[in-house]
């Protein structure tokens, strides 16, 4: 409004002019009669809108006092009749507002629309319109234009009673909003920060408290939001620096300063991890963490594998090797073996760092499958130089040695062969069965072999009898040792107490023994014309004994007899084993020995030869003068003590002259 002192212009509701300090009035608006349907917005409030529209207010000199401390003393009489009453808190019904129109516009400004509040009063009293306070009525104000503005409409719920307005106010109040029950002043036409909730009506009983400005709010949100985001920032960098740590370094401090600063060149230890091939083979992934440009090499045999670390790689190198590889070609006396591999880095220097696993390379060795059938014990004693050897591998690939001496096996993996003691004494017998890259099978038995002592003369003599300390038994004398028949029955006895087991020949039933009575009997199967051994042995406690007892399954005598040929010495020597009898006459040079069977050395006129015989039907002699005529068959070859070799031959018949 225009100051009528000074004639400068101030905004309305200054109560002084902002230039010289002048008391302002305001100028008299024509009086315009009330609607007479709806109640003027002027009539209801007694404010007159502001004509220039809301735009920022100026920064002029406040007055001394404050709206806050002043007292109704201080205001003069005539100062509440100039302005119209500010409108008491209105609560009207809670309803939906309409869409803004045109009406309420009031020299090109548009009025707000005030929210509906929501207010409970404590008393039951309706007020139906706006009153002014008792001293004076205020003069009532109206828009110049046409249109009226909205009315407000008396709220119906119970309210306060009404207090007088204050007009120290700034700018226009804007409607009021309900938070709860309580109403404040919408803080919306605030601008640029400015704080109008400072002021408070001193008619309200000194107001509201005052805020703090939204500068000061602002400030002090800035700086919790900086805090925070201090916070955040150090706590990622901490959590990335372990997952760092982690990845790279197995989340070692020390690891990370030692590769970085020292002269440590691997940032992880090495792994091993358990795979398999596409073949399904099993196999092991080799991964080895080193520095840039170094070159990772793996050793194993004749295979060598060497990459250079780069950083693509990750630091790494890894390397998927065949469980095989670390395997050595050769045969084994362990179940497992245990293994790290052999890999060093080089730097590009040139200088090795052989690379430390933690964990071993575990790989299980197959085994071979040994069973041995004869000899039947470990310790036992022969009276016997002669012991049959007799057993299954279960891999036919393998080889089986007896002392470190080769046997030929079958292809259903059964062996058969016979180890001869030479003189008496103690011996060990091992028999293994080899395969590279499977666990060796070993069997040890200790022999013990000394003279046997006759316990009865005939036929047979040499074939029974017993050593002294061992457990005792004997074939009875009645036993037929050769015959045509496809079986033939032993009997004998033994100790009490013992037990008899029979192995080298195919039995037909079983074994019958009475351990209480002391003897036993079995029948051997003989089905083919040849030589049969049965070894028998006799067990008691941890002693034991074996001997072998001969069979023999002859030829027909005419007819073989008819069939043989005359010695051809060179055949015989160089084929020491085929089929073919023949006859052969000379004299008895030596005899090597006579029990369990005769072993003797003939003179002919071609050449010596070695021949056995088991029988014991005919006997021999030497230097009696006599010519023996022998009927047999070659059977190899025979070592005498000078090394050198003799054909041997096995006689059926055997006769002499003069």
């Given amino acids: 409004m225009k100051c009528k ?37 002027v009539a209801s409030t007694g404010e007159t809108p502001p004509a220039w529209g809301f735009v920022r207010a100026p920064q002029w000199p406040r007055p001394e006092f404050d709206a806050n401390t002043v007292s109704e003393e201080d205001i003069p009489e005539v100062h509440a009749s100039r302005f119209a009453p500010r409108p008491q808190d209105v609560h009207p019904v809670q309803q939906a507002q309409p869409a803004p129109t045109d009406r309420g516009y009031v020299e090109g ?7 509906a509040p929501v207010y ?59 938070v709860g029950t309580v109403s404040e002043f919408d803080e919306d036409y605030d601008d640029d920060g400015y704080d109008y909730d400072s002021y408070s009506a001193p008619a309200f009983g000194g107001g509201k408290k005052a ?13 919790v939001l900086f805090v925070a985001a201090v916070a955040v920032l150090v706590v990622l960098i901490a959590v990335f620096s372990v997952i760092f740590l982690n ?10 300063f030692s590769c970085t600063f020292g002269g440590n060149p691997f ?10 091939m596409e073949s399904g083979d099993r196999a092991y992934i080799v991964t080895i963490y080193c520095k840039n440009n170094y070159t990772a090499r793996f050793t194993s045999g004749e295979t060598v594998k060497e990459d250079v670390v780069g950083a693509m790689a990750r630091n790494c190198v890894a390397w998927r090797i065949p469980e095989t590889i670390f395997v050595p070609d050769e045969p084994f006396t362990e179940s497992e073996l245990r293994i790290k591999p052999d ?24 085994a071979i499958g040994l069973a041995i059938t004869s000899p039947t014990v470990s310790d036992f004693t022969t009276d016997t130089p002669v012991v049959p050897i007799t057993g299954t591998v279960s891999d036919n690939t393998a080889a089986v040695y007896v002392n470190e001496t080769q046997i030929p096996i079958d292809e259903a993996g059964n062996f058969s062969t016979s180890y001869t003691l030479s003189e008496n004494g103690s011996y060990e017998l091992t028999i293994e069965a080899r395969k590279n890259r499977y666990q060796t099978a070993t069997e040890t038995f200790n022999i013990t072999y000394g003279t046997a002592a006759p316990e009865g003369t005939g036929e047979g003599e040499g074939a029974t009898g017993t050593v002294e300390g061992n457990v005792v038994f004997a074939v009875n004398d009645s036993v037929t040792r050769y015959g045509t028949t496809s079986t033939m029955t032993v009997s004998g006895t033994m100790e009490a107490g013992a037990v008899i087991t029979v192995s080298g020949v195919e039995l037909e039933g079983d074994l019958t023994q009475d351990p209480n009575g002391g003897t036993f009997s079995f029948t051997v199967k003989t089905p083919e014309v040849g030589l049969y051994g049965a070894v028998i042995t006799a067990t008691k406690d941890n002693a034991a004994k074996s001997s072998t007892f001969y069979l023999e399954h002859r030829p027909d005598k005419d007819d073989y007899m008819s069939g043989v040929h005359v010695l051809d010495y060179d055949r015989i020597k160089q084929y020491p084993e085929h089929d073919q009898g023949y006859k052969v006459s000379g004299r008895v040079k030596e005899i090597y020995q006579s029990a369990p069977f005769v072993t003797a050395r003939i003179e002919t006129d071609k050449g010596d030869v070695v021949f056995s015989y088991y029988s014991g039907v005919s006997e021999i002699a030497t230097g009696d003068g006599k010519t023996y005529h022998l009927y ?15 054909p041997h031959m096995h006689a059926w018949f055997i006769l002499k002259e003069g």
């Fill in 632 to 646: 047999a068959d070659p059977a190899g070859t025979y070592t005498l003590a000078d090394s050198s070799t003799l």
């Fill in 120 to 178: 409970s009063a404590p008393v039951q009293q309706s007020v139906p319109t706006y009153t002014a306070p008792a001293q004076q009525s205020a003069p009532a104000y109206t828009a110049p234009v046409q249109q009226s503005t909205p009315v407000y409409a008396a709220p119906k719920a119970e309210e306060e009673p009404v207090r007088p307005y204050s007009s120290v106010q700034s700018k226009q109040a804007s409607p009021v909003k309900t």
């Fill in 247 to 256: 990845k790279n370094y197995d989340g070692s401090v020390g690891a990370f």
């Fill in 343 to 366: 890999v060093v880095v080089i730097s590009p220097k040139g200088e090795e760092t052989p690379v430390e696993f933690e964990s071993e390379i575990v790989i299980p060795i197959p």
């Fill in 5 to 41: 002192v000074c004639g400068a212009m101030n905004e309305d509701y200054l109560e002084y002019c902002e230039n010289c300090a002048a008391l302002l009035t305001p100028d008299e608006p024509e009086e315009v009669p009330a609607p007479e349907v709806e109640e003027s917005y």
């Fill in 211 to 223: 805020k703090k400005s939204k500068h000061a709010k602002s400030g002090g949100s800035r700086n």
């Fill in 109 to 115: 400004v548009r009025m707000h629309t005030p929210a």
């Fill in 267 to 276: 940032p992880k230890k090495a792994t091993i991890t358990e795979t398999t």
